[in-house]
């Protein structure tokens, strides 16, 4: 009976080591899982960050893009105006130089 009581007592003490370090691990792996929760939290909220400079960006740039479009129709359309305009003193040098060899 004392063989079978110190073997109850080395397995009971054996379980509860064992139950103490299962803890241990337990406590362990919560805290390691909350801390992984808060940082891919924090990871989720700077991508969120990153998508909404991102989203501005693209928003100002397109607004750039249709910025720069008006001002190529205005250089376009200034381009051929300087170019009527080159055209019409032409036509008045070449009308004044046409009555002037007429005077002669």
């Known amino acids: 009976v004392t063989n079978l009581a110190?073997?109850?007592?080395i397995e009971?003490?054996?379980l509860k080591d064992e139950r103490v370090e299962l803890e241990q691990k337990l406590k362990s792996t919560v805290?390691?899982?909350?801390e992984a929760t808060?940082?891919?939290e924090s990871l989720k909220a700077s991508l969120d960050?990153?998508?909404k400079k991102q989203d501005e960006?693209?928003?100002t740039l397109e607004e750039l893009r249709q910025k720069l479009d008006l001002k190529q129709e205005e250089?376009?359309?200034s381009q051929k105006r300087c170019?009527?305009?080159?055209?019409?003193?032409?036509?008045?040098?070449?009308s004044e130089v046409d009555s002037s060899s007429e005077v002669v």
């Open 83 to 94: 170019e009527e305009l080159v055209g019409q003193v032409d036509q008045l040098m070449t």
């Open 49 to 51: 960050d990153i998508a």
């Open 6 to 9: 110190e073997a109850t007592r």
């Open 12 to 14: 009971s003490k054996r």
């Open 57 to 59: 960006t693209s928003r």
């Open 75 to 77: 250089l376009e359309h």
């Open 38 to 40: 808060l940082e891919s």
């Open 31 to 34: 805290t390691n899982l909350a």
